[in-house]
């Protein structure tokens, strides 16, 4: 199969689990997420310190990342001129749409983004990069957008580099509860085979900030939450 076959058939998927996928994203999280989104936005925030914000949030599927962009900006004063939100699934953003009818979205790939060059204070990508067949091209264009000193906001499930009883079970958790779960709520057990098999298949937190580095990102925080199994990376872009 192609890389374009495979991105293909992993959008058609998200096309065909969207009008479940929040109701599955809480139920197999408990929640947690919510506290990571939030956390990578305070963090954010204190890093650029500033006002009159331009986002982009990439792969943003039904739009939770940008309500919390909009959420937390308001809780530290922070001003946002403009925020985006892209994805290539017309069914994730048919839901984003109905929860942000004033969003501004478009539908288009992470490696060929509809934005001009140095335009971004902040590119987030919440749960999506490992859904990206052409990662390090997509990298390339997140440092493109970006403005000098603008900020890369990553959230992944990321590979393990080491592993101890805790990562363990979360790893049993993940590879035959949570597939178990979504099947159930979304009638698509196929689909939510493909989150284990996806996170395998995905680089260690460590492996992607050199690849950051290779595309002029350099990581400024970056940890691990739930035994290493999420991760957030925020990297500045180098002038």
């Not at 949570?178 to 009638?187: E, F, T, V, Y």
């Not at 298949?201 to 002029?216: P, V």
Request: aromatic letters at 8%; charged letters at 20%.
């Amino acid at each position: 199969m192609s890389p374009d076959e495979k991105q293909s058939e992993i959008i058609n998927m998200f096309n065909h689990i969207a009008p479940t996928y929040d109701t599955t994203n809480r139920v197999m999280s408990m929640g947690i997420d919510v506290s990571w989104r939030k956390e990578a936005c305070k963090q954010s925030f204190q890093i650029l310190n500033q006002q009159n914000l331009k986002i982009a949030d990439i792969a943003c599927g039904t739009g939770d990342m940008i309500l919390h962009w909009q959420h937390e900006s308001k809780i530290a004063n922070i001003q946002i001129d403009d925020i985006v939100g892209i994805d290539p699934s017309n069914g994730m953003l048919h839901v984003a749409k109905e929860k942000i009818p004033n969003g501004k979205f478009y539908i288009a790939s992470a490696d060929n983004l509809p934005l001009e060059s140095c335009s971004q204070d902040i590119v987030s990508i919440a749960y999506g990069l490992r859904n990206v067949v052409k990662r390090k091209e997509a990298l390339k264009e997140f440092s493109r957008v970006l403005r000098p000193q603008g900020i890369l906001v990553i959230l992944e499930f990321t590979a393990q580099s080491h592993t101890n009883i805790m990562s363990f079970f979360m790893q049993v958790y993940t590879k035959t509860v949570l597939p178990l779960i979504g099947g159930i709520i979304s009638r698509n057990f196929k689909a939510y085979k493909y989150l284990p098999q996806s996170i395998d298949g995905f680089i260690t937190r460590e492996s992607l900030e050199e690849e950051l580095l290779l595309h002029n990102m350099t990581t400024v925080i970056s940890k691990s939450y739930s035994a290493n199994v999420s991760s957030l990376i925020i990297a500045q872009k180098n002038n």
